[in-house]
């Protein structure tokens, strides 16, 4: 009977969660509806609320976004809109860094996440999964001796919250495993073991 019991917690547990995450971003992005004058909003002449209309427009208006941004008067208008945030103090040093990052992960021309590392923390000798965000820049390079690299160590089992760390780039070691990878090992906290790893255990001890 415990057997039958566990064999339906690993099915419904990893659905249960699944579907959590979903229902909290798509209520997220279900927010959008809110922008909308009352008598627009689709509960009002559905007469009820229907999940994922939010996310639907959400998305609309990231597409039209992007389609409007791509030509020259909505290139000139973003530049607008950046130089009339740049004269505000405190929402220039928000706007301009989180656009900054967003640019490096999203363009696809950057450096960060897209290689997992083997680095020590939080004492020498243990060791935790990292990701490379970039390299020092600036006056942080100039105090340092020799080559760094810029790294995020998440945190188990949220990897949204970590640390931001400055290692020298010697005691870094690249993994071959993706980004994805390891990202499933963090958040199992070691269980999931990624693919490559299995395959090199199997092929090293061929008798367990």
Do not use: C
């Given at each position: 009977?415990?057997r039958y019991?566990?064999?339906?917690?690993?099915?419904?547990?990893?659905l249960?969660?699944?579907?959590?995450?979903?229902?909290?971003?798509?209520?997220?992005?279900?927010?959008?509806?809110?922008?909308?004058?009352?008598n627009?909003r689709?509960?009002?002449w559905?007469?009820?609320?229907?999940?994922?209309?939010?996310?639907l427009?959400?998305?609309?208006?990231?597409?039209?976004?992007?389609?409007?941004?791509?030509?020259?008067?909505?290139?000139?208008?973003?530049?607008?809109w950046?130089?009339?945030?740049?004269?505000?103090?405190?929402v220039?040093?928000?706007?301009?860094?989180?656009?900054?990052?967003?640019d490096?992960?999203?363009?696809?021309?950057?450096?960060?996440?897209?290689?997992?590392?083997?680095?020590?923390y939080?004492?020498?000798?243990?060791?935790t999964i990292a990701?490379?965000?970039?390299?020092?820049?600036g006056?942080?390079?100039?105090?340092?001796?020799?080559?760094?690299?810029s790294?995020?160590?998440?945190?188990?089992?949220?990897?949204?919250?970590?640390?931001?760390?400055?290692v020298?780039?010697?005691?870094?070691?690249?993994?071959?495993?993706?980004?994805?990878?390891?990202?499933?090992?963090?958040?199992?906290?070691?269980?999931?073991?990624?693919?490559?790893?299995?395959?090199?255990?199997a092929?090293t001890?061929?008798?367990?």
């Amino acid at each position: 009977m415990k057997r039958y019991f566990i064999t339906g917690l690993l099915i419904w547990v990893p659905l249960g969660i699944t579907l959590w995450v979903l229902s909290l971003v798509i209520g997220a992005m279900d927010q959008s509806l809110l922008l909308l004058p009352p008598n627009a909003r689709p509960a009002h002449w559905l007469g009820m609320n229907v999940p994922g209309l939010g996310t639907l427009l959400t998305l609309l208006v990231v597409f039209l976004t992007g389609l409007f941004t791509t030509n020259i008067v909505g290139q000139r208008l973003v530049l607008f809109w950046e130089a009339a945030l740049g004269r505000i103090p405190i929402v220039k040093s928000i706007y301009y860094s989180v656009k900054q990052v967003s640019d490096t992960l999203f363009s696809g021309r950057g450096e960060a996440f897209r290689k997992a590392l083997l680095v020590q923390y939080p004492r020498a000798g243990t060791w935790t999964i990292a990701f490379q965000t970039g390299h020092p820049g600036g006056e942080v390079e100039a105090k340092l001796a020799g080559s760094h690299l810029s790294v995020y160590v998440p945190t188990t089992p949220n990897p949204t919250s970590g640390f931001f760390l400055i290692v020298p780039r010697a005691d870094a070691i690249e993994l071959d495993m993706s980004v994805d990878d390891a990202l499933k090992y963090i958040i199992s906290m070691g269980v999931v073991v990624p693919a490559e790893r299995t395959q090199q255990l199997a092929r090293t001890y061929p008798g367990d």
